[in-house]
C-alpha cells in the first residue's frame, strides 16, 4: 500500500438499478493512520532484534501511545526485555540495550585507582548493560561490591587515588 496525503478525494459511482445506470459523485476527506513498528514473528526475550522481525503497521489513531515505536533505527541491535508477541506494536519498554553481564555469570572484576590496577574473579548477582551498575560477589574473600559494566564478562571499579594530606 503506497503511502498518501491527508485531504479531500471525490469519487463518481456508476451502478445498475431497475430505472436504469444511477451515477452518483461524493467527496471523502482522507486522514492516513499513523505508522508502527509490529513484530514481523514473535520475538523471545533475550532476543537481539534485526531489521527482519520489523514491519511497518498502520494503526487507528485513537489507538496509538507515545510509547510506541515508529522509527526501525531504535530497535534494531537492541535485546527484547520482554516477549513480544507477532503483529502487536513494539514498545521502547520491550526492549534495551543488549546485556553484557547475565545474574549469575562468573566475571572479572578490575579494580583501578591511583595507577594500580587490580583483577579478581567474582559471581554476577544482577545482570547489566554497558555502563550499567551491577552488584557483584568476589569469590575469595567473599565481599559484595557495585562495579559498571565495561564488556561481556567484565566489571570495573574505579577509585580516586589516595590523597596526602600536608
Request: hydrophobic letters at 35%; a positive charge.
Given at each position: 500500500i503506497d503511502p498518501f496525503a491527508s485531504g479531500l478525494c471525490r469519487f463518481l459511482m456508476e451502478w445498475r438499478s431497475l430505472e436504469g445506470i444511477v451515477q452518483s459523485e461524493f467527496s471523502v476527506k482522507l486522514h492516513p493512520h499513523p505508522r508502527v513498528l509490529v513484530a514481523s514473528r514473535s520475538l523471545p526475550r533475550g532476543h537481539r532484534i534485526m531489521?527482519?522481525?520489523?514491519?511497518?503497521?498502520?494503526?487507528?489513531?485513537?489507538?496509538?501511545?507515545?510509547?510506541?515505536?515508529?522509527?526501525?533505527?531504535?530497535?534494531?541491535?537492541?535485546?527484547?526485555?520482554?516477549?513480544?508477541?507477532?503483529?502487536?506494536?513494539?514498545?521502547?519498554?520491550?526492549f534495551g540495550s543488549p546485556m553484557l553481564v547475565e545474574r549469575g555469570d562468573l566475571i572479572e572484576v578490575r579494580v583501578v585507582g591511583g595507577g594500580v590496577t587490580v583483577t579478581t574473579?567474582?559471581?554476577?548477582?544482577?545482570?547489566?548493560?554497558?555502563?550499567?551498575?551491577?552488584?557483584?560477589?568476589?569469590?575469595?574473600?567473599?565481599?559484595?561490591?557495585?562495579?559498571?559494566?565495561?564488556?561481556?564478562?567484565?566489571?570495573?571499579?574505579?577509585?580516586?587515588?589516595?590523597?596526602?594530606?600536608?
Open positions: 531489521r527482519g522481525d520489523l514491519t511497518e503497521k498502520p494503526i487507528r489513531e485513537e489507538d496509538f501511545q507515545d510509547g510506541f515505536v515508529i522509527d526501525p533505527d531504535q530497535a534494531i541491535g537492541k535485546e527484547v526485555r520482554a516477549s513480544v508477541r507477532i503483529g502487536k506494536p513494539i514498545r521502547h519498554s520491550d574473579n567474582a559471581k554476577s548477582l544482577g545482570s547489566g548493560a554497558a555502563a550499567e551498575l551491577v552488584e557483584v560477589e568476589t569469590l575469595t574473600p567473599r565481599k559484595r561490591l557495585i562495579a559498571r559494566v565495561v564488556q561481556p564478562g567484565l566489571v570495573e571499579i574505579v577509585t580516586r587515588a589516595p590523597q596526602v594530606k600536608p
